[in-house]
């Protein structure tokens, strides 16, 4: 089995990221630091200097290139949600959703003040596995970044400001290191990228 498929199918096991973890996260970090890496869901933000609400096409080109399987319209392939403002992507078995948002994210709930110049936005889109079967382990869920950072290299463009993973609290601008980064094979740490975000 393939590396990006290994990546793409140890998902269907895993359980969708809860709002009041995220909650808890931030007020951690706010008021103690860092925290430690839990787990309970696998996504990753776009901030986007441009909104780009990605069509079925584009989703389905990202998919293809990212993860080397053509075309299926039964096992590999996007569907535009607009009432919901984004789109969920079935491949390997699993679904992946892309929810849009055409404001800035509000970082200073984060405790970061300031956001680096490099990152400033006006959109966001996220991109998550849906997990309905239970909460990743920590191996699986580094697989699952992996699968979701092919895509989102992918899916990134010049009106692409940086990335952000929000329980890792990690930040990184779009940049050609951290795409080669993203592109690599095997599990993706956040962590390990930091030193990416200059």
């Not at 892309?98 to 300031?114: M, N, P, S, V």
């Not at 966001?124 to 979701?148: A, N």
């Amino acid at each position: 089995m393939s590396t990006t498929l290994l990546t793409l199918s140890t998902m269907r096991d895993t359980n969708i990221c809860s709002r009041s973890f995220i909650i808890e996260t931030m007020f951690k970090r706010l008021f103690f630091g860092k925290p430690r890496r839990r787990t309970t869901g696998v996504s990753l933000f776009l901030l986007q200097r441009r909104l780009d609400r990605f069509t079925d096409a584009q989703l389905d080109r990202a998919m293809q290139k990212a993860w080397k399987k053509e075309y299926d319209p039964k096992e590999f392939f996007s569907v535009a949600i607009p009432h919901e403002h984004g789109a969920i992507i079935h491949a390997f078995g699993a679904e992946i959703s892309i929810r849009h948002f055409d404001y800035a994210a509000d970082w200073k709930r984060l405790g970061e003040g300031k956001l680096p110049f490099w990152a400033e936005h006006e959109g966001f889109t996220v991109i998550e596995y849906l997990c309905p079967q239970g909460e990743p382990d920590d191996l699986r869920r580094l697989q699952m970044y992996r699968g979701l950072s092919m895509l989102t290299a992918e899916l990134a463009t010049e009106d692409t400001a940086a990335f952000f993973f929000p329980l890792e609290q990690v930040l990184l601008p779009n940049s050609e290191d951290v795409a080669k980064a993203f592109h690599a094979r095997g599990p993706l740490d956040p962590f390990d990228l930091e030193s990416l975000a200059v």
